[in-house]
């Protein structure tokens, strides 16, 4: 088991930037890659980024290309999203998320085993 806690979250106005931390523990060995979905009130559930750690490669959602940058640290498993020019469409209850697999591609929630709690982000003037 992977245990995900997410932290980072609050109220911002829009432009503002903020950073979103997770840090993983229990069986990280198996964290292959480490993401973020969020889910805005009355939406679906959806892709934001990811990374598969041993490549390097990164995955954005078309939405926050540009904005937003993951990064992180595969020895610590420990990832982090930074958001930056945001907009009120970015208000969602952030999650971050863990693959025992390595994913290049995948935006598909079914793929990720691991969940975290969620962060809320409030974009509001």
């Known amino acids: 088991q992977v245990q995900l806690v997410e932290s980072g979250g609050g109220l911002v106005q829009p432009g503002d930037s903020l950073k979103l931390s997770c840090a993983a523990s229990?069986?990280?060995?198996?964290?292959?890659?480490m993401g973020w979905f969020r889910q805005a009130p009355g939406k679906e559930r959806e892709f934001v980024a990811a990374?598969?750690?041993?490549?390097?490669?990164?995955r954005y959602a078309d939405s926050v290309k540009g904005r937003f940058t993951i990064s992180g640290d595969n020895a610590k498993k420990t990832a982090h999203l930074q958001m930056n020019n945001l907009e009120p469409g970015d208000t969602a209850v952030y999650y971050c998320v863990s693959a025992a697999r390595i994913l290049t591609s995948s935006t598909d929630e079914a793929d990720y085993e691991y969940w975290g709690q969620g962060a809320q982000v409030t974009v509001s003037s």
């Open positions: 990374i598969a750690w041993i490549l390097g490669i990164r």
């Open positions: 229990g069986r990280t060995s198996s964290s292959y890659t």
